[in-house]
């Protein structure tokens, strides 16, 4: 069910350099995503799923804004914000790199590329890095400048993301390495090419360095992808549930350390850096969480995507909530993130659906199995 209601725009609510070309290929819905439009659907979520999974889409995801920090001291502001070891991220390489408070909360997730020794863009999900960036600087008396940039993503997404790269930019894209870029420029349009994306399907993120260009870029993409299917499309709440990428602000919040939001594997806690973070990941290092983001099948009928937390409980006591789910038309069942108590009554999990019906819950492991629930889902 859409929301018996639509969105106000003004100019405070951006819209991107490629809003023209959406709109004429027909998005259904946006989100907000740091202060701008992001498309969300343009057939249905399951159509639009279906494309992603079997053939190549051009996401417009401009929204994913670039915090750029230059000077002498930026290895050394970005360190301070994140657990991530960055001073072992190459120049032409990005990494997934969660940012952490001083109480070891997450203030984003972002992609961080090095683009020179002393220049990043801090490709952020949607919280305000640009004012805690400027923030830290400033109280640290750090030697940089932070800004935001005029730098916006378009993503290439699926399987045949491959193909409509070369065709688009060259041979030269074959041989680009996960999470590794290029600078580039293609009919006089500056652009960062990068082999990365918010899907599992494979793929690259093309970085526009002219909002004036979008228009051109979109064009150029979509005509080397005509041959082979390309459509537009977006993230997708289906492909990345399925695929365990967090959202940040609905997943994981600055509530959650990494620790609760699985993000463990993208921290060096003990690197050489100083940052921001240290103690207070120090402190909790080594013991369970209270709270873990589990991927979690929800029994029963199809239901819709959740507008807001979804209630779980064990033996009637309150138990986390459910963040995001969808039914998956691949795996024919509710799939779904959730903050799930690590200490909670034993016995079967329930959710409270907004109707106020109920449903059994039960924890998948990452191939979406779940043990001892074969009534789930079924
Ligand atoms: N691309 C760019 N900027 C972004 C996103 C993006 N900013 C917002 C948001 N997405 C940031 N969050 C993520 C989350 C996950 C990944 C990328 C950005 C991701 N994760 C892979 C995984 O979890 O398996 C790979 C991580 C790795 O191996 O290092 O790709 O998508 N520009």
């Known amino acids: 069910m859409p929301p018996p209601f639509t969105l106000s725009v003004s100019p405070r609510l951006r819209s991107t350099p490629f809003h023209d070309r959406v709109l004429a290929a027909g998005v259904q819905a946006f989100t907000v995503y740091n202060h701008m439009l992001l498309p969300t659907v343009y057939e249905s979520l399951e159509a639009d799923y279906r494309h992603l999974t079997e053939r190549v889409q051009l996401w417009d995801v401009a929204g994913e804004r670039q915090v750029e920090i230059r000077g002498r001291d930026a290895l050394a502001l970005v360190e301070w914000m994140t657990p991530r070891d960055v001073g072992r991220c190459a120049v032409g390489q990005c990494k997934y790199a969660p940012l952490a408070d001083e109480n070891g909360g997450i203030v984003n997730d972002p992609l961080i590329l090095r683009l020179a020794e002393d220049h990043f863009w801090v490709s ?152 921001l973070a240290r103690d207070a990941l120090a402190a909790r290092r080594g013991r369970a969480p209270a709270r873990r983001l589990e991927r979690v099948v929800i029994g029963g009928e199809r239901i819709e995507p959740n507008m807001a937390f979804l209630p779980l409980h064990a033996a009637g006591r309150a138990a986390g909530y459910v963040t995001s789910a969808a039914y998956s038309p691949r795996l024919e069942r509710n799939v779904a993130l959730a903050m799930v108590a690590t200490k909670r009554e034993p016995g079967a999990l329930r959710v409270t659906l907004p109707d106020g019906s109920e449903r059994e819950v039960a924890v998948a492991d990452e191939n979406w199995r779940v043990s001892g629930g074969a009534r789930i889902g079924v």
């Open 124 to 275: 952020v999900a949607d919280s305000d890095v640009l004012l805690w960036a400027k923030g830290l600087a400033a109280g640290r008396g750090f030697d940089v400048t932070v800004s935001e940039p005029d730098v916006s993503p378009l993503a290439l997404q699926g399987p045949l993301a491959g193909d409509v790269a070369e065709a688009a930019f060259g041979a030269w894209t074959r041989a680009l390495r996960f999470f590794r870029f290029r600078e580039t420029e293609i009919d006089g349009i500056p652009v960062v090419v990068a082999r990365s994306g918010w899907s599992k399907q494979g793929g690259f993120e093309i970085y526009l360095r002219d909002g004036s260009l979008g228009g051109a870029l979109w064009d150029r993409i979509r005509d080397a992808g005509a041959r082979y299917g390309i459509r537009p499309g977006s993230p997708n709440l289906i492909e990345r549930i399925e695929s365990r990428l967090i959202s940040y602000g609905t997943d994981v919040t600055l509530e959650h350390d990494p620790f609760e939001a699985g993000l463990d594997a993208f921290c060096d806690l003990d690197k050489p850096a100083e940052y």
